[in-house]
Structures are given as structure tokens and as C-alpha cells.
């Protein structure tokens, strides 16, 4: 029995892996629940039965959040107490995952303390050691630390997308196991969402200097309009995360609700703290009236955008 939480979904995922690799699991043994939309009885019946190829069965639980404070009305009716019945019974033909995207479990609850004692807990919230990740993803290639860094300024620090852009890498270098500066600018396609972030963090945090250093590097490759439009539809995510969150909604409920990622809705999370909602809503509104005033020809689209970000 596992219980793997944190916000990283990428190790998660990694750790899923070993452990089907380590037991010799066959893809037809593997069985997804969602226990947004399962009840807890149905999942529990299927980890005592026995597979129909006579196999160790792995169940995969998504969405675990019975495990943390939710306030999600589906996952408060499940009955834990049946969960906390096959955990003591502790004779398990099969493995189950329970898989929660969630920086922190619910320690006073009966079931979190039994599964600590009986089943497996492992942590995966932010790494402190991203470069020894990096490391790992390149496997045997060979890539010095400044590599590394513009990695991370191009691509951003979100495991997932750091693997899938290290594998394009590596399928392009294919023998050759040394990785360059030139590989990593030509190779890689620069998240611009993370000098948006940044340009609204600096803006959030009233550093007009490094604001308008994030605004100088967005400009070099995109035009003004599609800069307003981009962060009007961020502050818009902001607002509603933020109100979300108020209303008592998780993050991944929130994910799920905006159509966002975890790392996005996370972010806006982070930057709405120091904005009231009356202040994003004007901030929204001064944006419109922007873009309103460049198509008009009332103002230059660079002037205009720059006094934005000053005067805010």
C-alpha cells in the first residue's frame, strides 16, 4: 500500500514506474480509479480480489484527497472506515497506489496515522536539489552547470516539462553525450510564461526596475497586444484562483475547475497574495481601456504598455 503526495506529479509518476518495474507488472494488471468519481467500497473490493490471470494487480488511485483537509463534498462522504478495515488487515495480494497532487496530508486524521504505520508514505513536493534532477534526466550526457542554468531560465523548473525538452536534447545529440550552450538555446523552445510570471511577480512586489527588465526581455520576441492580452488572461487567472481559494477549494480542485495546470494554478496562487481581488479586477479593467486606447490610435503600443507597468 502507497500513499505518494506532493505538488512535484512528475516524480510521482517516476516513482509509479519502479514500482511497476520492480514487481513485474504487466500493463493488463494496471487499474486507474479516480475517487472523485469511485466509491472507496468498489476500489477496496478489487485490491482484495485476486486478477483474473492470476497476477499482482497495481490500483491506481488519482485524486486521494480523502488523506487531506478537503472540502470536496464527494470525497467527504467516501467511508474511510473501510479503508482503515483492510489496512489492519495487513495481507496484501495486490498494490495499491493512492496518488494526491498535495503539498501537505491531514496528520490528525485516523486513517492518515494507520497508513503511516502500515503502508508506505513518500513525500514529493518541491525539490531542493533541481540540478541533481537535471543531472539525472541527461543520465550519461555530459552538461556543466551554466548549461544547466539557461536550461532552467529557457524552459522554466517544472520536472515535466524539463524531461520532455532534456529528451528532445538527447534524441537530437544521440551519440554524442557532450551538451553545449548552442544545444540548449537551438534545441529547447523557451517557455515565455516564465518571464510573464516573473514580469507579474515584479509588477505584484512593486519593482518597477525588474519589472521593466522582464517587460524588455518578453518584447525581443513578442508585440505589445499579445503582452496585454497575455497578462490580462493571467490576471484573470489570478482573480479566479484567488476567489476559488477563498471559497475553500483545493488546489487541484481549482486545476480541474480553470482548466489550468497544478504548477500554473499554484503560481497565481502565489502572486495573488498581495493583491486584493478589487485590485485585480481594476488592474483587468486598466488593461482593456489599454488595449482599447492602442487600436484606436490614442497612444503607441510601446509607450503604453511601458506606462502600464510603471503606474501600476
Not at 506529479?9 to 507488472?25: T, V
Not at 470536496?72 to 495486490?94: C, G, P, V
Not at 538527447?170 to 537551438?186: A, C, H, P, R
Not at 490580462?232 to 481559494?245: G, H, S, W
Amino acid at each position: 500500500m502507497y500513499l505518494l503526495y506532493g505538488v512535484e506529479d512528475f516524480l510521482i509518476k517516476e516513482e509509479i514506474k519502479k514500482i511497476i518495474k520492480n514487481n513485474n507488472i504487466d500493463d493488463i494488471d494496471i487499474i486507474r480509479y479516480d475517487l472523485e468519481n469511485t466509491k472507496l467500497e468498489t476500489i477496496i473490493e478489487d485490491a482484495a480480489s485476486i486478477s483474473l490471470f492470476g497476477n499482482k494487480k497495481l490500483i491506481i488511485v488519482d485524486n486521494s484527497y480523502i488523506f487531506t483537509g478537503t472540502t470536496n463534498k464527494k470525497l467527504m462522504e467516501q467511508n474511510t472506515d473501510l479503508l482503515i478495515n483492510y489496512l489492519n488487515k495487513a495481507d496484501f495480494s495486490n498494490i495499491v497506489v493512492f496518488k494526491i497532487l498535495k503539498e501537505k496530508l491531514d496528520d490528525r486524521k485516523k486513517v492518515v496515522k494507520l497508513f503511516k504505520e502500515k503502508g508506505i508514505v513518500k513525500d514529493f513536493n518541491k525539490t531542493s536539489n533541481l540540478n541533481k534532477y537535471i543531472l539525472d534526466m541527461f543520465d550519461n550526457y555530459k552538461i556543466d552547470n551554466n548549461c544547466i542554468n539557461l536550461l532552467v531560465d529557457r524552459v522554466g523548473n517544472n520536472l515535466e516539462i524539463l524531461h520532455q525538452e532534456i529528451e528532445k536534447i538527447k534524441q537530437y545529440k544521440d551519440k554524442d553525450l557532450n551538451i553545449s550552450k548552442e544545444d540548449i538555446i537551438n534545441l529547447t523552445s523557451k517557455n515565455i510564461e516564465n518571464d510573464f510570471f516573473a514580469l507579474i511577480e515584479n509588477i505584484v512586489s512593486k519593482n518597477k526596475e525588474k519589472a521593466m527588465e522582464s517587460y524588455f526581455e518578453i518584447i525581443k520576441d513578442e508585440e505589445p497586444i499579445k503582452i496585454i492580452v497575455v497578462l490580462a488572461n493571467k490576471f484573470r487567472l489570478i482573480y479566479q484562483a484567488k476567489r476559488l481559494y477563498k471559497q475553500g477549494f483545493s488546489e487541484k480542485d481549482i486545476s480541474n475547475m480553470l482548466g489550468n495546470n497544478f504548477y500554473a494554478v499554484r503560481k497565481c496562487l502565489e502572486s495573488g497574495r498581495n493583491y486584493s481581488e478589487k485590485a485585480l479586477l481594476k488592474t483587468l479593467v486598466s488593461l482593456a481601456n489599454l488595449d482599447i486606447d492602442i487600436k484606436t490610435g490614442k497612444i503607441d503600443k510601446y509607450v503604453g504598455l511601458e506606462m502600464f507597468i510603471l503606474t501600476l
